[in-house]
């Protein structure tokens, strides 16, 4: 083995050995909207976008966030697999509302389900993600 093959063969190894992340960035349009107070279920228009980032640590757990430009929740944190990440997110609104949301975006059909909990009622807006074409 030549010398110069060591050190490169190290290197590759050792960079295998810490985490590996991926980035990417959405654009997610609205399909439904219901509003779990009514009972009743909406066609909606609109949408956000969103930075979904992964990571597979050392030792085989994962982590995810998403930040997005949802109604009233913006950082999730959760998990991901090869079919979907999921976040959740808590925040208190004013002195004593709390809010609970979660999103989760199927990876392979790029469906997303974002439901928001505010006290007693609950809204779930549902509609597709794809990969984000930069404008500028």
Request: glycine share 8%.
């Amino acid at each position: 083995m030549k010398a110069g093959a060591v050190p490169v063969l190290l290197l590759l190894l050792s960079s295998q050995a810490h985490a590996q992340s991926s980035e990417l960035t959405l654009d997610c349009r609205y399909n439904s909207y219901l509003d779990g107070k009514k009972d009743r279920e909406q066609k909606m228009s609109g949408g956000f976008s969103a930075i979904v980032k992964m990571q597979n640590e050392k030792g085989g757990t994962s982590s995810a966030t998403v930040q997005a430009t949802t109604t009233w929740c913006f950082d999730f944190e959760g998990t991901f697999n090869d079919l979907q990440v999921h976040g959740e997110c808590e925040r208190t609104i004013g002195s004593a509302e709390k809010v609970t949301a979660t999103i989760t975006i199927n990876r392979i059909t790029g469906e997303f389900d974002n439901t928001i909990i505010r006290g007693k009622s609950y809204e779930v807006f549902t509609g597709q993600c794809t990969p984000a074409k930069k404008i500028f």
